[in-house]
């Protein structure tokens, strides 16, 4: 059964700084994603990585997937205001079910 | 990538009533997905929503209390049904499409 742990799961940080939510999964997957999740809001697709290497990019974000370590990473670079959301990774399991971590509440601080 | 319109965004809703939410997607998909969200939780999937099937229900979540319909491969209803304050969440469709995507969610409250 895949399980997948995301950490930290809440995260404040000053504007200016960089910072990085961890995603690990425990057994063999090739797709993940990041979405993030306003207050009240739904889940806005962020990141979908498909292959081991993968780096993507879209401003201050970026994502990569290692799934021989079977860990993604979603780097924030220069923090700003706007980026306060909650973030989630979602691993696609064997069944083509998505698995999800707890996510992570991020709170950028002026 | 997919289009999802889901109602309604959002209602409050008596004790013992039912409530149905509707997802209607822009293009024919073969599985439509439900998931429950409470307050401060990640999702949960509730079903699997095929057309021409009985949806598939996930540990904890039975047909008489969210039936589920898809009459075609573009629509899909949940009904949560004889609701309780337990039932307070928000409910989100999906559709997966090399990556998944999701209605704007019905955020339900039980009083």
């Known amino acids: 059964e895949l399980k997948v742990e995301q950490n930290p799961l809440f995260l404040s940080m000053q504007e200016g700084k960089n910072y990085t939510i961890y995603c690990n999964y425990s057994?063999?997957?090739?797709?993940l994603y990041w979405y993030r999740q306003d207050p009240g809001k739904s889940l806005e697709s962020l990141f979908v990585?498909?292959?081991n290497g993968a780096v993507k990019q879209e401003g201050r974000l970026m994502a990569s997937l290692d799934t021989k370590a079977r860990l993604s990473t979603l780097h924030i670079t220069a923090a700003v205001h706007d980026l306060s959301a909650t973030y989630f990774c979602?691993?696609?399991?064997?069944?083509?079910?998505?698995?999800w971590g707890a996510g992570t509440k991020l709170i950028i601080k002026p | 990538s997919a289009v999802i319109s889901q109602k309604p965004s959002r209602d409050i809703c008596q004790r013992g009533t039912s409530l149905t939410i509707q997802c209607q997607v822009d293009s024919q998909v073969t599985m439509m997905f439900w998931y429950r969200q409470q307050p401060g939780q990640s999702l949960t999937l509730i079903a699997t929503?095929?057309?021409?099937?009985?949806?598939?229900?996930e540990s904890g979540f039975v047909i008489d209390k969210f039936p589920i319909s898809r009459p075609n491969l573009t629509f899909s209803t949940l009904t949560v049904s004889n609701m309780s304050p337990e039932d307070s969440s928000i409910y989100l469709c999906s559709v997966e499409e090399v990556g998944a995507f999701f209605g704007q969610g019905t955020r339900l409250t039980v009083v």
């Open positions: 929503a095929n057309q021409g099937s009985e949806a598939t229900y």
């Open positions: 057994t063999t997957s090739d797709r």
């Open positions: 990585l498909l292959s």
């Open positions: 979602a691993v696609v399991d064997s069944n083509y079910q998505l698995i």
